[in-house]
């Protein structure tokens, strides 16, 4: 999981999310009413349960007849850059899901809401995984985390951790908040542990080669060194997979005086990644970059 800028509000929502939302609100009355009538058949039950559910999903059949693209997912797979927004998988837009952090079920109010809105994989979007929880701690706060929150350090409740030994790369929690968030959604499921931990073993033997590259002239006359270097400043990009474990394994070790690379780039991601996050910048000593020379 990454700090993610919230884009701007979609045309589609600025025109039709009051309405939507007025549509939906008369569509569970009815259903309540129905319900609550003894003389209401099953059939008239299912169709206005089904009244509800077309109510709620009125952005997916929501597709321009020209260019057949779905004008809420599309933005929301630009803005997460095709990711799941909590286990960073790509995901083709086609099996992608649009999340609703607080549950469309509970927070009706919510529901074409923008800044409720988010891009998942199908797993991660699960009944089994987030569905419809919404966890709250004894004084009614929230306990999962919106990568768009620009209030919430992530890296305060998360660790990206490496193990060494065993060569795994595994998301743990650092309080009670850390673990619901992976627990709830299943951040160390079996597959994601596979994919993570060989895509971060590849770029650990990538760094290692060149830290031993100490010889400047020898680093500037290498074309496989600065191709090896745009490869890892690539995999620490928001739009790579698994970037959350490239920030912590890789970009200081890119930026920093002792390992003899000062990569600029490197620098400023990690003063990027900072604003967002305390806890990221003092992992990454941020306050020791001022005094770096950009590399040459």
């Not at 960073?88 to 469309?104: L, M, Q, T």
Request: charged share 30%.
């Amino acid at each position: 999981m990454i700090p993610v800028k919230r884009t701007s509000t979609p045309d589609i929502l600025k025109q039709n999310a009051d309405k939507w939302l007025k549509k939906l609100q008369e569509a569970i009355i009815n259903l309540e009413e129905i319900e609550n009538d003894p003389t209401s058949s099953k059939e008239q039950i299912q169709a206005a349960k089904k009244k509800v559910k077309n109510a709620q999903d009125k952005y997916n059949p929501g597709k321009t007849a020209k260019h057949k693209i779905n004008t809420v997912k599309q933005p929301l797979y630009d803005m997460f850059s095709g990711k799941c927004a909590f286990c960073e998988r790509k995901v083709e837009i086609s099996a992608g899901r649009i999340e609703h952090f607080r549950p469309k079920s509970q927070y009706v109010d919510l529901t074409f809401d923008w800044n409720n809105l988010l891009y998942a994989c199908e797993v991660c979007n699960n009944a089994e995984n987030k569905g419809n929880k919404f966890p709250l701690d004894c004084d009614g706060s929230q306990l999962l985390i919106d990568p768009t929150d620009e209030d919430c350090d992530i890296y305060q409740y998360l660790e990206f951790y490496w193990d060494k030994e065993a060569q795994l790369a595994h998301v743990n929690g650092k309080d009670k908040r850390g673990k619901v968030v992976a627990e709830i959604l299943s951040l160390n499921r079996t597959d994601l542990i596979q994919y993570r931990s060989r895509k971060l073993k590849a770029l650990l033997v990538i760094l290692r080669q060149l830290r031993e590259t100490r010889d400047k002239k020898a680093r500037d006359e290498d074309a496989s060194y600065k191709k090896a270097i745009e490869c890892l400043i690539q995999s620490c990009k928001f739009d790579e997979e698994y970037t959350a474990f490239a920030l912590f394994y890789i970009l200081p070790y890119l930026a920093h005086a002792p390992h003899a690379l000062h990569i600029s780039e490197a620098i400023e991601m990690i003063k990027e990644v900072g604003k967002r996050s305390p806890s990221y910048a003092k992992f990454a000593r941020i306050d020791d970059l001022s005094s770096l020379n950009k590399y040459e």
